[in-house]
T-cell receptor, first 114, second 117 residues
Framework: AQSVSQHNHHVILSEAASLELGCNYSYGGTVNLFWYVQYPGQHLQLLLKYFSGDPLVKGIKGFEAEFIKSKFSFNLRKPSVQWSDTAEYFCALESGGGADGLTFGKGTHLIIQP | NAGVTQTPKFQVLKTGQSMTLQCAQDMNHEYMSWYRQDPGMGLRLIHYSVGAGITDQGEVPNGYNVSRSTTEDFPLRLLSAAPSQTSVYFC????????????????FGAGSRLTVL
């Protein structure tokens, strides 16, 4: 069975700090990978996605993620965070060719202090 | 575009009561799904549908029923509510599922917060 592991459940940073949120997955075949964000009181929105091609993908609001197949990782990065980045971040996986829906990690609650 | 619309936004039930969470999308998406979100647990898939008339179980289907009589609607029924079903429920849809098309980015509804006493 596939699974997604997010290493940090809570992260607190100051504005302008650099961010890296870890995501590892367990699945032996082709995968699609996603990062979704949930701002306070709002529903989930897509931040970025990887389907194929360049393993470094760029998303909205200056976020990027790198797919490292050998490490089964898809870490999310941002060079300089803002207070408005306070949110919950979810890494998700879809296994290749399947219709089983997305498997989500447990989420990382990011708090940016002004 | 309304996107994915969920009703109600909030609901309080007593143990044993039944209810239906409604989900409708106006994007002609084939794929629809229900997730529940619990603190520290992320989102877990309850049921999903790849098209009208087709439904299947996800990771945590027990205590829930679904049907998909039309492309637009995908209601989630709680047959006999239990306190363990207290959660926030999200409906999500996409053009399709699977990796081949690349068109399976989920659009989420705003969520339905359910409390079972």
């Amino acid at each position: 069975a596939q699974s997604v592991s997010q290493h940090n459940h809570h992260v607190i940073l100051s504005e302008a700090a650099s961010l890296e949120l870890g995501c590892n997955y367990s699945y032996g075949g082709t995968v699609n990978l996603f990062w979704y964000v949930q701002y306070p009181g709002q529903h989930l929105q897509l931040l970025l996605k990887y389907f194929s091609g360049d393993p470094l993908v760029k998303g909205i609001k200056g976020f990027e993620a790198e797919f490292i197949k050998s490490k089964f990782s898809f870490n999310l990065r941002k060079p300089s965070v803002q207070w408005s980045d306070t949110a919950e971040y979810f890494c998700a996986l879809e296994s290749g060719g399947g219709a089983d829906g997305l498997t989500f990690g447990k989420g990382t609650h990011l708090i940016i202090q002004p | 575009n309304a996107g994915v619309t969920q009703t109600p936004k909030f609901q309080v039930l007593k143990t044993g009561q039944s209810m239906t969470l409604q989900c409708a999308q106006d994007m002609n998406h084939e794929y629809m799904s229900w997730y529940r979100q619990d603190p520290g647990m992320g989102l877990r898939l309850i049921h999903y549908s790849v098209g009208a008339g087709i439904t299947d179980q996800g990771e945590v289907p027990n205590g829930y029923n679904v049907s998909r009589s039309t492309t637009e609607d995908f209601p989630l029924r709680l047959l006999s509510a239990a306190p363990s079903q207290t959660s926030v429920y999200f409906c999500a849809s996409s053009w399709t599922s699977g990796s081949l098309s690349g068109a399976n980015v989920l659009t989420f509804g705003a969520g339905s917060r359910l409390t079972v006493l």
